[in-house]
């Protein structure tokens, strides 16, 4: 086993913070703001995308240097539509209550620009091993940004998480959440969450800088 | 190696590519994925029909209490047969209990509500005339309203004994009479919706349901 | 000859000075609602001072927490949350839990005005954004409505439901006017209508009280006549179109104007100046749409009431209204022919 490098730690960690998708790169919003009325469905929607990109990051690693250029995208894409029929498949005939709330958004799993986004900006240009921990790092940060909205409106909008109700009877549950303008409010109440804690970070990091000049 | 772990594969030098080569590459993966995806169909395949078969047979049983086993009935040249429905072909399921005595239909309606289209499914006995339960099967009804056509314990309710004749009415303040039924408060267009299904679907199929004969416990039914 | 820069919507020359300052219309606009204020506390009593003062207070701590600090005296002292808060809360059933109408107020600032870049730069009526998310969030309290109680002292239990949920609305709920129509096809007097004794929001019920307070600002000169009388009348001539065809299915246009928040809706809310088109076309434009709209969605649609979403739909479009009713611009040929 070699030790994991700095540089590979950072393509791991990058995809959850730094990097991340959804907050970050205002990627893979189809999905993002359709399936999160539920933390179950935020999980299985992410469970399916991480197979579908890790599967197909490893893929186009492996093969990278046997597709001609000019077939490129063709090749990921029917990569990524394999895994994602398998995907599709699987949960049907292991979840089928997940799988009808899921709906089309599984199929459409191919669409998610995030997916093809890694296989043409990153796997096919590395080595299997960072192209590996580059899509797990994405995967497991799309997962955790689903899984915050998702979260946020099945305890709004059901006053329920994974299905357990939290609250007593008496709760009044916020409909407009589990409704798809409540996933563009949480949203987009989310990004400012994120880019205001940036601003404070940069402005942080700023004085520090300054602080330190002032002593030298 | 520390210097560049990116690879540059060949893409960016100027290197051509015959077209045998694209088109062999394409039909290998296309190869691949055909062979991968009939696998996983395959392997799926009795999984996802089983609990297709289960999920209907659920609900047959909670709309017609007391049966046992059930049979499709599919209308065809003008008589109601045994038989597994072709795609869009009108179907009914008959219920039997244990000791194999016909006990009612179980029928499949679909129609229009406040959002989407609504798929339901009622149970219907021919001897007392009577609706005896409903289940939405489908239905895309605002959440927190119109969703209460089944998630209003009271509302299903009012399906439980029902009168068909002459013709469900919809009211408000409680229901009174036999065919009468309760609005849902806030969610009259989606309790007209149900209503007005059922109605549509009655026309369409008492006159064509016929008693069934009793069946023996030979596992004639789907068990 | 230059040519005019048709991404830049300037309203030409001549501008006057003016007296009129922002806390001054805002001061108008509380005088004239007023009297519906008043109105609603006679007839809902404690309830409507609840939620009216939920609501006020919603909005105001908003606005605060949300300002700058070096702005703050400023922006508080001018009024214009005030507003929003009373406005939003007229619209509002006098049974909601305090904690949903204070929530209405924090959306209504905080979504509707603060996030678009304060006052001046919001596209849609704070109050209306307030109340369609309530609408949305919570249709089963927005829409249980109670007969007006009489007594002073009536404070519904539901109006005091802990934050996060609701006591069991009161029994002796009433339908509106416009429900009755809409799903029973009762209509209800004239004069309950305009005097106001009737199932509704807070301060829709009362129609004459309603003009009273337009008729002060109108004379203050703090509103565009062209908004209101356009809305008005066009819905009194689509519903009375309506009911010519058919009188059993139709309401009246007298009971379309005076049922609902239509006269509410048509003289506060649309003739808020920052969501409305400033040129006369333009605001006739926007009137008609209005109109329109509120008729449709009452008679066509599958909601009783269309009021706030006419109004919103409208002021979505009014930038774009405003655009294409640029008067010419003087020494221009009509044609743009630089």
């Known amino acids: 086993m070699v030790k994991a490098s700095q540089q590979e730690y950072e393509e791991l960690i990058k995809g959850i913070w730094r990097d991340n998708p959804v907050f970050a790169q205002v990627l893979g919003m189809c999905p993002m703001l359709a399936v999160t009325n539920s933390a179950i469905n935020a999980i299985a929607m992410g469970g399916a995308t991480f197979f579908v990109l890790v599967g197909s990051s490893f893929l186009v690693a492996a093969f990278k240097s046997w597709i001609p250029k000019q077939v490129r995208i063709s090749c990921f894409i029917i990569i990524i539509a394999t895994f994602v029929t398998v995907a599709d498949y699987t949960l049907l005939a292991l979840i089928p209550g997940v799988h009808k709330e899921l709906g089309a958004f599984i199929p459409l799993i191919v669409a998610n620009c995030l997916i093809l986004g890694r296989q043409e900006a990153f796997a096919s240009k590395s080595t299997i091993r960072l192209a590996l921990l580059d899509a797990i790092g994405m995967a497991a940060g799309f997962m955790l940004a689903l899984l915050m909205l998702g979260a946020v409106r099945e305890i709004l909008g059901d006053g329920a998480l994974f299905g357990i109700k939290l609250f007593g009877t008496q709760f009044e549950p916020w409909v407009i959440m589990i409704l798809p303008p409540g996933g563009f409010l949480t949203l987009g109440l989310l990004l400012l969450l994120f880019n205001w804690l940036a601003v404070k970070r940069r402005k942080f990091l700023d004085e520090v800088i300054k602080a330190e000049r002032g002593q030298s | 190696m520390k210097a560049k772990n990116i690879i540059e594969p060949g893409r960016e030098s100027q290197t051509v590519v015959s077209a045998s080569r694209i088109i062999l590459t394409l039909a290998i993966a296309g190869l691949i994925s055909g062979v991968a995806i009939v696998g996983i169909y395959e392997a799926t395949f009795d999984t996802i029909a089983e609990n297709r078969a289960r999920e209907l047979r659920d609900a047959v049983f909670t709309v017609l209490p007391g049966i046992d086993s059930m049979r499709e009935m599919v209308y065809r040249e003008g008589q109601l047969v045994e038989g597994k429905a072709a795609i ?4 009914v399921y008959a219920g039997y209990d244990s000791s194999g005595e016909f006990k009612g239909y179980a029928i499949p309606a679909r129609g229009p509500g406040f959002q989407d289209t609504i798929v339901l499914l009622y149970g219907y006995r021919m001897d007392t005339g009577r609706i005896v339960g409903m289940q939405v099967l489908e239905s895309r009804e605002t959440p927190g309203l119109g ?61 064509k349901l016929t008693l069934q004969h009793p069946i023996r416990s030979n596992g004639k039914g789907e068990k | 000859m230059q040519k005019h820069d048709p991404q830049l919507l300037l309203q030409h020359s001549p501008i006057l000075r003016h007296d009129k300052t922002t806390p001054g219309v ?40 949300f300002t700058p600090t070096s702005k703050r005296r400023r922006i508080l002292l001018d009024g214009s949350g005030l507003t929003t808060g009373l406005l939003l809360g007229l619209t509002l059933p006098p049974a909601l839990p305090a904690w949903m109408a204070f929530l209405g107020g924090v959306v209504a600032i905080g979504l509707g005005k603060i996030i678009w870049g304060g006052l001046g730069s919001n596209l849609f009526n704070p109050a209306l954004v307030g109340r369609a998310f309530l609408l949305a969030t919570f249709p089963n309290a927005m829409t249980t409505w109670v007969e007006p109680a009489g007594s002073f002292w009536n404070l519904p239990s539901s109006t005091l439901s802990l934050p996060f949920t609701l006591d069991e609305l009161d029994a002796v709920s009433g339908a509106t006017p416009l429900g009755l129509m809409k799903f029973e096809q009762q209509g209800t007097p004239f004069l309950e209508l305009f005097l106001g004794n009737t199932a509704g929001s807070l301060g829709e019920t009362s129609g004459l009280l309603l003009i009273l307070g337009a008729a002060y600002l109108l004379l203050r000169g703090d509103m565009d006549w062209r908004i209101p009388v356009g809305i008005l009348l066009t819905a009194m001539l689509f519903s009375g179109a309506l009911s010519l065809v058919d009188p059993t299915v139709y309401p009246t246009p007298l009971f379309s104007v005076f049922s609902g928040g239509l006269l509410l809706g048509a003289l506060f809310m649309a003739t808020d100046p920052v969501t409305s088109p400033s040129t006369p076309t333009g605001a006739w434009l926007f009137a008609i749409g209005i109109g329109v709209l509120v008729i449709l969605i009452r008679v066509f649609g599958g909601l009783p009431e269309g009021v706030m979403y006419a109004i919103l739909l409208m002021n979505a479009a009014s930038p774009l209204i405003e655009r294409f009713t640029q008067p010419r611009v003087f020494g221009y040929d009509r044609e743009d022919s630089s």
């Not at chain 2, 009271?154 to 309760?182: H, T």
């Not at chain 3, 404690?46 to 605060?64: K, N, P, Q």
Request: proline fraction near 4%; glycine fraction near 6%.
């Open chain 2, 88 to 91: 869009e072909e009108p179907s």
């Open chain 2, 147 to 207: 969703d209460k056509i089944f998630k209003d314990p009271e509302f299903v309710a009012e399906f439980n004994s029902l009168e068909v004749q002459p013709g469900i009415v919809l009211v408000k303040g409680g229901s009174r009479a036999g065919n009468e039924v309760d609005a849902i408060t806030g969610a009259t267009i989606s309790s007209r919706a149900v209503v007005r299904i059922i109605n549509q679907a009655n026309e369409k199929w008492l006159s």
């Open chain 3, 26 to 65: 805002m001061l108008d606009v509380l005088l004239a609602l007023s009297p519906v204020t008043i109105a609603s506390i006679w007839l809902f009593g404690l309830s409507a001072i609840v939620v009216l003062a939920a609501c006020i207070s919603g909005a105001a701590l908003t606005e605060y927490f």
